[in-house]
């Protein structure tokens, strides 16, 4: 039954456009922010066309060669790990509804009851990596996608995180997801995607 109506309201955010904000801090501080326009192409999958981003960065002083080389090697180690963190929250939002059957026929499958008659959460575990356990809240008279939850790690399990997806309700009621956040505690590092200004593609 969820992996129908996730099909379907796959179906019906492909007759629109969005904007979605990345927003990445480490420590609290925010360290990048990127905007893309998105839509789905005719292959099915989400286009995205970067917006020009607006608040460009400014180099502070001067700095010896040797101490400039460390810290764009910091740089760059750390904006690597960070794109990794991104390419993660995509990997798990908007769930899969093929995933999802593979783990319900694996029997790695739980229900817990929140809310008698109102609210149930779905556990799905081993979903995209060994260990990792999907949840997903749904709202149990309409069976919509409420929010979605995800314990994982980025290259091992010594490297975990936490992903929390809020989701959104359109106008014409198709679901989508609103606001993601993954909370990388070991390296104090979180990233937030929002999704906003839905609007119809033209036809």
Request: proline residues 4%.
């Amino acid at each position: 039954m969820l992996q129908q109506w996730m099909k379907a309201s796959q179906a019906q955010l492909r007759g629109y456009e969005w904007v979605e904000t990345t927003v990445i801090a480490k420590g609290g501080e925010e360290k990048s922010r990127k905007q893309n326009t998105c839509y789905y192409g005719a292959d099915g999958k989400v286009q995205k066309i970067p917006i020009a981003d607006a608040a460009g960065s400014q180099d502070s002083g001067r700095e010896g060669r040797l101490g400039k080389r460390l810290k764009e090697s910091a740089k760059e180690e750390m904006t690597a790990y960070m794109q990794s963190a991104v390419q993660l929250v995509h990997s798990y939002v908007p769930p899969d509804p093929a995933r999802i059957q593979q783990a319900v026929n694996a029997g790695k499958f739980s229900a817990n009851v929140l809310e008698p008659g109102r609210r149930v959460q779905l556990d799905f575990k081993d979903y995209l990596k060994a260990g990792d356990v999907l949840s997903t809240q749904i709202e149990m008279p309409t069976n919509r996608l409420l929010g979605v939850g995800v314990s994982s790690y980025l290259d091992s399990p010594d490297d975990p995180v936490r992903l929390d997806v809020g989701m959104g309700v359109l106008p014409d009621g198709t679901i989508y997801t609103a606001k993601t956040v993954l909370d990388v505690k070991a390296k104090g590092l979180t990233v937030t995607v929002e999704n906003t200004g839905y609007r119809k593609t033209a036809q």
